[in-house]
């Protein structure tokens, strides 16, 4: 093999464990954004988010707080597949505002979803690319498995 095909073998393999590392890293901090709230949920606002209606991006609805939290007329929450009107179940609201993310596991795969849909991605390119076909495999199967479990949680 020739000098200058090495090189860009190995500038290949760099670029695709760059983009692997840019798909991971960008999927954990789009997880990480709604996830904290609930791992780090110590000392914020707990309650009972009742669905009253819902629109194109948000639902709204009547919020029941626990012992320690202050009463709201009304909190917001993102749209999922599984907000119908008359659901309820826990949320922790964001600081400063009336926004609420759904906790339990539920709450917990949901805000991880990105993560795992990152995870197959790279799975990939890990294998396609880089012919890391057990670290691939690995990858899709633990995205998949994300990707699964939210569906059944929710």
């Given at each position: 093999?020739?000098?200058?095909?090495?090189?860009?073998?190995?500038?290949?393999?760099?670029?695709?464990?760059?983009?692997?590392?840019?798909?991971?890293?960008?999927?954990?901090?789009?997880?990480w954004e709604t996830?904290?709230?609930?791992?780090?949920?110590?000392?914020?606002?707990?309650?009972?988010?009742?669905?009253?209606?819902?629109?194109?991006?948000?639902?709204?609805?009547a919020y029941a707080?626990?012992?320690?939290?202050?009463?709201?007329?009304?909190?917001?929450?993102?749209?999922?597949?599984?907000?119908?009107?008359?659901?309820?179940?826990?949320?922790?609201?964001?600081?400063?505002?009336?926004?609420?993310?759904?906790?339990?596991?539920?709450?917990?795969?949901?805000?991880?979803?990105?993560?795992?849909?990152?995870?197959?991605?790279?799975?990939?390119?890990?294998?396609?690319?880089?012919?890391?076909?057990?670290?691939?495999?690995?990858?899709?199967?633990a995205g998949a498995?994300?990707?699964?479990?939210?569906?059944?949680?929710?």
């Amino acid at each position: 093999m020739k000098s200058s095909q090495r090189v860009a073998m190995i500038a290949r393999n760099g670029a695709m464990a760059l983009v692997t590392l840019l798909l991971l890293v960008a999927g954990g901090w789009a997880s990480w954004e709604t996830a904290h709230h609930i791992i780090l949920a110590k000392g914020r606002e707990h309650g009972t988010l009742t669905v009253t209606g819902c629109g194109e991006d948000t639902c709204t609805g009547a919020y029941a707080p626990d012992a320690q939290s202050p009463p709201r007329s009304g909190v917001i929450v993102e749209r999922s597949v599984a907000a119908q009107r008359g659901d309820a179940f826990p949320v922790v609201l964001k600081p400063g505002s009336a926004e609420a993310v759904r906790t339990g596991v539920p709450g917990f795969l949901h805000a991880w979803l990105p993560l795992g849909g990152a995870l197959i991605l790279a799975s990939l390119i890990l294998g396609g690319g880089l012919r890391l076909t057990r670290t691939a495999w690995a990858a899709g199967v633990a995205g998949a498995a994300v990707l699964v479990a939210t569906f059944l949680a929710l």
